[in-house]
């Protein structure tokens, strides 16, 4: 069965920084764009960050620009969120999320992705 498995969460101070990891098991998506989402209590999920297949490009909501960092490693089926600077508005649950190929998919947009994780919660105090 695909899975997309989410780690790295966790409670952390303001200002501090996690690495979230997603990690394809079941079968590869090393020409799948993969997205991260977050849902807030009682908020609809929102586009996080997004890079396409080869890593070449990159995409981020202007709440993270500066402060989030997504990243890839193809053979180990692994994409990353370095989140650094921290900020209670952050708080959320983490998605990470798999688009198949195509050139004129919006990123941004949760419904180009038809795999999902399960989630990580990210816990940040003031």
């Known amino acids: 069965q695909v899975q997309l498995v989410e780690s790295g969460g966790g409670l952390v101070q303001a200002g501090g920084s996690l690495r979230l990891s997603c990690t394809a098991s079941?079968?590869?998506?090393?020409?799948?764009?993969k997205g991260w989402f977050r849902q807030a209590p009682g908020k609809e999920r929102e586009f996080v960050a997004a890079i396409s297949w080869n890593g070449g490009t990159t995409y981020y909501t202007d709440s993270v620009k500066g402060r989030f960092t997504i990243s890839r490693d193809n053979a180990k089926n692994t994409v990353y969120l370095q989140m650094i600077s921290l900020k209670p508005e952050d708080t959320a649950v983490y998605y990470c999320?798999?688009?198949?190929?195509?050139?004129?998919?919006?990123?941004?947009?949760?419904?180009?992705?038809?795999?999902w994780g399960q989630g990580t919660q990210v816990t940040v105090s003031s």
């Open positions: 999320a798999a688009a198949p190929p195509n050139s004129r998919a919006d990123l941004r947009m949760y419904n180009e992705y038809p795999v």
């Open positions: 079941g079968r590869t998506f090393r020409n799948y764009a």
